[in-house]
């Protein structure tokens, strides 16, 4: 798993053109059963790393915290590298702190197990019941206190999916949220729908990740510059 790297210092202007501190959150989270078996899910963490990198090349301080991904730390970028979502909640509350912005890429898994187990369980072949709880939502839990702060939030869908990330921005009270599907998850090249702050939707053209995650930045450069 990456290391953490040396934050850089920075001062804290929320316009476009002079530094932002932007918080990531990229990658899965895995949710343990016993000392061994996990649940997960397939993302591989390359949307946010790509926006990380995005957002260090523009010259902005940016906060990446990371689920287990196969993927080298983006250089001027501290990585927090975490594993479940309680981690990743804690770390990004920590950034959430005093930065401008927000963008949430990371595919957190939804439930976990109300008990993990600090042996790994034997094969039973009759069978097994988990008992599942549901998971912290990091990006509503940080919306409800965003004050002046801009949030971007993603939604996974594969039907309806336009009206599901309507109500996702809402309960997640984001600025804008941008609904891509099953295709983009360990894809080179992406398309992705973007519904903005004032409810209107807009078709991005697929491209490649880095590049889509170039009009990512560049989007929240000039929502931080509106406030």
Same mark, same amino acid.
């Given at each position: 798993m990456a290391k953490r790297r040396p934050q850089r210092a920075s001062t804290r202007p929320s316009r476009a053109?002079?530094?932002?501190?932007?918080?990531?959150?990229?990658?899965?989270t895995r949710e343990y059963i016993d000392a061994i078996r996990f649940i997960s899910n397939p993302s591989s963490g390359r949307m946010g790393y790509?926006?990380?990198?995005?957002?260090?090349?523009?010259?902005?301080?940016?906060?990446?915290?990371?689920?287990?991904?196969?993927?080298?730390?983006?250089q001027r970028v501290e990585t927090i590298p975490v594993e479940t979502g309680r981690e990743m909640?804690?770390?990004?509350?920590?950034?959430?702190?005093?930065?401008d912005a927000a963008i949430f890429t990371a595919a957190v898994?939804?439930?976990?197990?109300?008990r993990r187990d600090r042996h790994k369980l034997p094969k039973d072949p009759d069978g097994v019941t988990i008992e599942?709880?549901?998971?912290? $939502?990091?990006?509503?839990?940080?919306?409800?206190?965003?004050?002046?702060?801009?949030?971007?939030?993603?939604?996974?869908? $594969?039907?309806?999916?336009?009206?599901k990330a309507e109500r996702k921005r809402m309960a997640k009270h984001a600025d804008a949220i941008l609904l891509n599907g099953p295709a983009n998850l360990n894809a080179d090249r992406a398309a992705f729908e973007f519904l903005d702050a004032e409810?209107?939707?807009?078709?991005?053209?697929s491209g490649t990740k880095q590049r889509i995650a170039e009009r990512i930045i560049?989007?929240?450069?000039?929502m931080c510059a509106s406030r």
């Open positions: 053109g002079n530094p932002l501190h932007i918080l990531i959150t990229a990658g899965p790509a926006i990380a990198t995005a957002a260090a090349a523009r010259g902005h301080r940016v906060t990446l915290v990371s689920g287990p991904v196969a993927l080298p730390p983006p909640a804690a770390a990004a509350r920590r950034a959430f702190r005093d930065a898994c939804d439930y976990r197990p109300a599942m709880t549901t998971t912290e $939502d990091i990006a509503a839990s940080l919306g409800r206190r965003k004050g002046q702060r801009v949030t971007l939030a993603f939604a996974l869908e $594969d039907r309806n999916g336009r009206e409810g209107h939707w807009h078709t991005w053209p560049r989007t929240v450069e000039k």
